[in-house]
T-cell receptor
Framework: RKEVEQDPGPFNVPEGATVAFNCTYS??????FFWYRQDCRKEPKLLMS???SGNEDGRFTAQLNRASQYISLLIRDSKLSDSATYLC????????????FGKGTHLIIQP | DAGVIQSPRHEVTEMGQEVTLRCKPI?????LFWYRQTMMRGLELLIY????????DSGMPEDRFSAKMPNASFSTLKIQPSEPRDSAVYFC?????????FGQGTRLTVV
């Protein structure tokens, strides 16, 4: 079965710092990659898609390394509101088939 | 659109009872997913449908679990008989492409 691995953390980071975490996936045929954010006792929500060329959305940067089969998420100038669990999601076969979630990385931003 | 709607939001039941969880996907979405989330195992895909047809049910833990999608706007996940180890948050999600939109989940407690 496809696997997606993440460091569960928690990552304790002071406000304003930069934090990065990676996710590795085992299925080399995986075609689509995403980062989802999940707040405590809430449903996961899409944070950003991850493109081969890398992409940036404000303070968030996502990158894909197909050769090493990992994706990364970088958060700059972290805010208290960034505290959440970040889920790495890999789609193995195109379309919406086979969405596989990592167990998430727990991030705590400290004042 | 109101998003993915799940009911009930919370369910407490006694071991051995039948439990039925309900989901209304976003109109127009052709994929529907059922996930289960626990602290130990993270977010696990149980089953997903494409155009109301079950495509992959390999994540269904055992025969006590069954899921149906009689039409494009409704799906159920049934557990019969329920056991304490079934206690978890059950999420339904729908998609028309790559991004999956989640419902708010049903928190199930089996005592």
């Amino acid at each position: 079965r496809k696997e997606v691995e993440q460091d569960p953390g928690p990552f304790n980071v002071p406000e304003g710092a930069t934090v990065a975490f990676n996710c590795t996936y085992s299925n080399s045929a995986s075609q689509s990659f995403f980062w989802y954010r999940q707040d405590c006792r809430k449903e996961p929500k899409l944070l950003m898609s991850v493109y081969s060329s890398g992409n940036e959305d404000g303070r968030f940067t996502a990158q894909l390394n197909r050769a090493s089969q990992y994706i990364s998420l970088l958060i700059r100038d972290s805010k208290l509101s960034d505290s959440a669990t970040y889920l790495c999601v890999v789609n193995g076969g195109g379309g919406a088939d086979g969405l596989t979630f990592g167990k998430g990385t727990h991030l705590i931003i400290q004042p | 659109d109101a998003g993915v709607i799940q009911s009930p939001r919370h369910e407490v039941t006694e071991m051995g009872q039948e439990v039925t969880l309900r989901c209304k996907p976003i109109s127009g979405h052709d994929y529907l997913f059922w996930y289960r989330q626990t602290m130990m195992r993270g977010l696990e895909l149980l089953i997903y449908f494409n155009n109301n047809v079950p495509i992959d049910d390999s994540g269904m833990p055992e025969d006590r679990f069954s899921a149906k999608m009689p039409n494009a706007s409704f799906s159920t996940l049934k557990i019969q008989p329920s056991e304490p180890r079934d206690s978890a948050v059950y999420f339904c999600a729908s998609s028309f492409g790559y991004e999956a939109f989640f419902g708010q989940g049903t928190r199930l407690t089996v005592v």
